[in-house]
C-alpha cells in the first residue's frame, strides 16, 4: 500500500472507504461508520491510535 497526499481537505478513512465502495460499483451506504474506541473494544492486540492524524506538511 502507497501513501499519497494532494492537495485539498483531509478525508477519514470512512470518507476514504465510501470512495472506493463508489468506484468500484458498490452502494457506499453500505460502509458503516464507527469510532477507534469502539472498534478496539475487546482486542487486547489493538495499536493506540491518535485522535487526528492528518499531516501538515
Same mark, same amino acid.
Given at each position: 500500500?502507497?501513501?499519497? @497526499? #494532494?492537495? #485539498? ?5 470512512? !470518507?476514504?472507504?465510501? %470512495? ?6 458498490? !452502494?457506499?451506504? +453500505?460502509?458503516? %461508520?464507527?469510532?477507534? +474506541?469502539?472498534?478496539? @473494544?475487546? %482486542?487486547? !492486540?489493538?495499536? *493506540? %491510535? *491518535?485522535? +487526528? ?5
Amino acid at each position: 500500500m502507497y501513501h499519497l @497526499q #494532494g492537495g #485539498g481537505e483531509a478525508a477519514s478513512w470512512y !470518507d476514504v472507504a465510501c %470512495r472506493v465502495f463508489e468506484l468500484s460499483g458498490n !452502494d457506499p451506504s +453500505r460502509v458503516g %461508520r464507527t469510532s477507534t +474506541r469502539k472498534y478496539a @473494544q475487546g %482486542r487486547e !492486540d489493538f495499536a *493506540p %491510535r *491518535p485522535t +487526528r492524524s492528518t499531516f501538515n506538511i
